[in-house]
């Protein structure tokens, strides 16, 4: 099972699908692509557990993390 | 003067619960919601084991930069919460840069991490400088 989760006012959203399924794939590369289009950027954990910055969608990708645009505060 | 002392002793014991009742009150008032409590957990799941150790301990967390390696700490918070730290780990400078839309403190501080250990120079780019107290 693989998870976006979704940074918001609620604390985050997270969606779980399952890789193997191509309808599950195809929307959650979608939302992928809705939301980096919306300014979000999503990050992945590698095996050492460092995060990186992905700007494509990686179907590989067990748990990838949104998180709005930065700006100054 | 017995009743004194009755009056005395009842005013005590009033003063006791209503001071209980405070503190209740207080804890009850200060807790963390749901959504705070959510943005902790997501924030603890993607420390490393360092950080998450400094930040149960400290309340704050360090990263290195991933342009100029760079030492920054990360105070629990939503704001004003980033300093650069010097070699010796003295605060140097503050900068602040937060989400564009409003998210509890532990999804800030998550988003600062990756940030900083991810795309340094872009993060500094959007953020102000303030000089540390």
Sequence with gaps: ?73 | MKLLRIADDQSGRLLAACSRWARAFHDWYQRPGTRELRGRKLLREWLSSEQLAQYDAHNYFEVTGCHTGTRYRIHHGMGTNVYELDDAGRPRAGWCFVPKDYLVAGDVMLAQKVALETDERGALAVANNFTPR
Excluded: Y
């Excluded at chain 1, 918001?8 to 289009?37: M, S, Y």
């Excluded at chain 1, 590698?46 to 969608?57: H, L, M």
């Design chain 1, 1 to 73: 099972m693989s998870t976006q989760i979704v940074m918001d006012h609620n604390g985050d959203t997270r969606h779980n699908f399952d890789a193997k399924d191509t309808e599950a794939l195809l929307k959650a590369e979608r939302r992928f692509k809705a939301l980096t289009g919306a300014g979000f950027t999503a990050a992945t954990r590698g095996a050492d557990g460092e995060p990186a910055v992905t700007r494509t969608f990686d179907p590989t990708a067990e748990v990838t993390l949104f998180f709005p645009r930065l700006v100054g505060g």
